[in-house]
């Protein structure tokens, strides 16, 4: 950094630098420059020419945290994260989460890891400082139930994009009509979910008032946009779970207004688009 501190940077062109250092990276970035701190934890080192420019600036400037561990630190409380439009949170939520992030007005995309124990009134507080939420993506660890309660929160009206497919819970008929009753819902216009039959879609084509889209998977499999994964012609049938019969089952049962395909490089995955 010494390199940095010379009369030409400083003093002739009022160049400033810092330098980040965690587990995997060292960064040098000009100051002052607004910085998406996506590690597991907090930089190791913190150093700037600049005698204005702290590790605590650093974070006010973060408009992304996507660190589940992250809250579960030791962390000054001079710290605070003013102006995120992305979290990542993992429940429980502990105390100094509060101090830290006390503003959540600007959050716009949430991510939430319900793979410990779950808290519905924690979840509900949550919710409640977050009144302009659009996107919420929940995780949840396969080895465990599905905790429906969480669907009897009162989530904002402004969500529109609900990522259900990292929760590895196939939603079964009884599921569908739980989600499509729930307040999380009522303003969605997308939808992307693990389903375990084609009921399962139907119920929530049906049910779900504002849907426009919903992308429907009958397995958890991965899926890239641009290359295949699985060629149809290439796997056996019993590894086919969506039918050709079941395409066909939900064009009769469903409006005509609905547009239903295959995703071309996933067998087991619908997408139906809502006129």
Not at 34 to 62: C, G, N, W
Not at 103 to 131: G, K, M, Y
Not at 182 to 206: A, F
Not at 238 to 267: G, M, S
Request: charged share 20%; proline share 4%; aromatic share 10%.
């Amino acid at each position: 950094m010494n390199s940095f501190r010379s009369s030409f940077w400083i003093d002739e062109h009022q160049w400033f630098v810092r330098c980040i250092i965690d587990e995997h990276h060292i960064r040098f970035q000009t100051v002052p420059n607004a910085s998406h701190y996506i590690e597991d934890k907090l930089p190791s080192v913190f150093k700037s020419t600049d005698s204005q420019d702290s590790i605590e600036r650093l974070y006010t400037t973060m408009d992304s945290i996507s660190d589940v561990t992250l809250f579960n630190q030791s962390i000054s409380s001079k710290i605070c994260f003013p102006k995120l439009y992305f979290l990542l949170v993992k429940c429980p939520i502990n105390n100094q989460y509060w101090s830290m992030i006390s503003n959540l007005h600007q959050v716009s995309s949430l991510s939430l890891d319900l793979s410990t124990d779950f808290s519905q009134s924690e979840l509900q507080a949550l919710l409640n400082r977050i009144p302009y939420l659009r996107t919420l993506t929940i995780h949840h660890d396969a080895s465990l139930p599905l905790p429906m309660s969480l669907f009897n929160c009162t989530f904002p009206s402004s969500i529109h994009y609900l990522n259900l497919q990292n929760c590895k819970h196939y939603f079964n008929e009884e599921d569908g009509i739980i989600l499509s009753h729930s307040s999380l819902t009522s303003q969605c216009k997308l939808i992307d979910i693990l389903v375990k039959n084609r009921e399962s879609i139907m119920i929530l084509v049906h049910n779900t008032t504002n849907l426009c889209a919903l992308s429907a998977r009958f397995t958890d499999e991965m899926v890239s946009e641009y290359r295949s994964t699985r060629i149809r012609n290439n796997i056996d049938d019993e590894v086919i779970l969506c039918k050709d019969e079941d395409i066909q089952w939900l064009i009769d049962n469903l409006p005509p207004t609905c547009a239903i395909t295959r995703h071309p490089f996933c067998v087991n995955h619908i997408r139906i688009w809502i006129k």
